[in-house]
């Protein structure tokens, strides 16, 4: 019910009209998949749970309310990726002809959204509405997709300005018992790390794009000069996926038909480029910069909560110690919703991110105590 869950709660926060009839379908589809499982694991005495589900499905439908459904449906789409995978894995690994047959029946549905079969074979009612709606029913599924770049921006931003600040706050923690030294070195570092981080990923993606643009400008440029020559190599690389040569043309002649899809189409199969790749420089510079700052915020938060409950009764260890159980937390909740995008159990993912945070709070706090005075 993992992944109905989150497509019920999706269509719940968009008003676009079009996306939440195919949010629902999807959610419909989800659901007879998950009724196939639960009936075959019930028929052997197992039970099944959602409570991953319910908590997935709230915090998707949380962050699509604050960071709009872009990144939220990126999420998902990864996390169904990892669902699709596993189906895939199962079909060579399970030997259990019931589970086999189930899985014949929700591949298919898995591969393409667009088909509202059950796995019953009995047609659905989403399939009844789809054949009112076909061109929604048909529309490319952009959405699906887009965005992960910046979610993972987010996740990794979050947890580098937060390592990153709790380390120079360690450091400084180790080597001065002066809580304002304290405080303005960890500022400091929170400001640096999301500069810092703003500009790498606007640097990096801009250098991307343009190299993106250039390639495409390239094509354009051998598309006017050479069209017979460019349209033989399409026809040579559908050919090529096992399309006959009849095919290869009917397809490519629709292809070059259009200046602007043929652009693309080349950039894309002749050089494995493709615009969805280059995220917008501006954005994942905002995304990166502020995700940064945000994760710096809670180790210095954190010392200063420290400080605020205990005062001037205990020395500077203790408010550091507070500030990094803070962290703790948040390394632990960070590395387990990086699992959305890693596919890696959230577990082991908030442990790793725990872990390595630790290593870097310990390691620098021992060097501020070699230079303390």
Known sequence: MLMAGVYEALAGTTPDAGLKHRLISLAETEKRHADAWASLMESGGEKTGNHKAQYTARFLALLA???GIGPALALAGAAEGQVLRSYLNQVSTVADERAQGVLRKVLPEELDHQSAEDVTGEASEAKQVAAY???AAHEPEEWHGSG???IRNVIYGVNDGLTATL???AGVGGASVNPRVVLIGGLSAMVASGVSMAGGAYLSSKSQREVYEGQLAREAAEIEAMPELERAELVK???SKGLTPSEAETIVGRITSDKK???ETQAREELGLDVALFENPTREGLVAGISTLV????PVAGYLLGRLLLGAFVNGFAALAIAFVVSAIFLFGIGSARSLVTGKGAARSGLEMLAVGSAVAALTYGVGLLFRA
């Open 167 to 169: 380390g120079v706050l």
């Open 237 to 239: 690389i559908y050919r």
């Open 133 to 135: 709606d076909a061109e």
């Open 295 to 298: 994760g710096g915020v809670i």
């Open 261 to 263: 899809v043929w652009l």
């Open 65 to 67: 309310r604050v960071a």
């Open 148 to 150: 992960i770049e910046s």
